[in-house]
T-cell receptor
Framework: QKEVEQDPGPLSVPEGAIVSLNCTYSNSAFQYFMWYRQYSRKGPELLMYTYSSGNKEDGRFTAQVDKSSKYISLFIRDSQPSDSATYLCASFVYNQGGKLIFGQGTELSVKP | NAGVTQTPKFRVLKTGQSMTLLCAQDMNHEYMYWYRQDPGMGLRLIHYSVGEGTTAKGEVPDGYNVSRLKKQNFLLGLESAAPSQTSVYFC???????????FGPGTRLLVL
């Protein structure tokens, strides 16, 4: 079993929809949680970064961490075709060289 | 400022051949990582380095070797390529374990 699990999709939504992307994790030592966005044939780029539990908002994006249920979420409001990409959740344990543990990634397509 | 660059962008190898993938970063980062990305598997860490002259094994190190002779470069070697090593390889770097990892554009490797 992977330490971070993510539904690979693909997920297809109409433009303007609210998108919910989710991950679960098994390692209780994880404290830092990230969402990376990866466009086709490109390297991943950091989208959101949260520490411990709670919400973090950045424009149309909201990252949510629930440590009690080991659940990580990313919400995209008013989704745009330019949001079409693969979204990868990731976490790491601080004292292990910053090694990121990634989920499988969810492929999102936003249709005009 | 080029960020993280990877050489080559694409390569075809025959089983048993060897090759070296080069990663270079111009951000003076201490930490560097090599990942492989396969369909349905997300990104998996191969090897990493927390500073010049240091290397450590990641999640899937078998069949690969690395060297960090200069701070700005991280080399990934395949001594005897196997079809199972067909993948997209990403290099990343960061200034510290809690900081953003910056990814290169990737190297697509096909082993026949």
């Amino acid at each position: 079993q992977k330490e971070v699990e993510q539904d690979p999709g693909p997920l297809s939504v109409p433009e303007g929809a609210i998108v919910s992307l989710n991950c679960t994790y098994s390692n209780s030592a994880f404290q830092y949680f990230m969402w990376y966005r990866q466009y086709s044939r490109k390297g991943p780029e950091l989208l959101m970064y949260t520490y411990s539990s709670g919400n973090k908002e950045d424009g149309r994006f909201t990252a949510q961490v629930d440590k009690s249920s080991k659940y990580i979420s990313l919400f995209i409001r008013d989704s745009q075709p330019s949001d079409s990409a693969t979204y990868l959740c990731a976490s790491f344990v601080y004292n292990q060289g910053g090694k990121l543990i990634f989920g499988q990634g969810t492929e999102l397509s936003v249709k005009p | 400022n080029a960020g993280v660059t990877q050489t080559p962008k694409f390569r075809v190898l025959k089983t048993g051949q060897s090759m070296t993938l080069l990663c270079a970063q111009d951000m003076n980062h201490e930490y560097m990582y090599w990942y492989r990305q396969d369909p349905g598997m997300g990104l998996r860490l191969i090897h990493y380095s927390v500073g010049e002259g240091t290397t450590a094994k990641g999640e899937v190190p078998d069949g690969y070797n690395v060297s960090r002779l200069k701070k700005q470069n991280f080399l990934l070697g395949l001594e005897s390529a196997a079809p199972s090593q067909t993948s997209v390889y990403f290099c990343a770097s960061t200034s510290g374990p809690q900081e953003t990892q910056y990814f290169g554009p990737g190297t697509r490797l096909l082993v026949l």
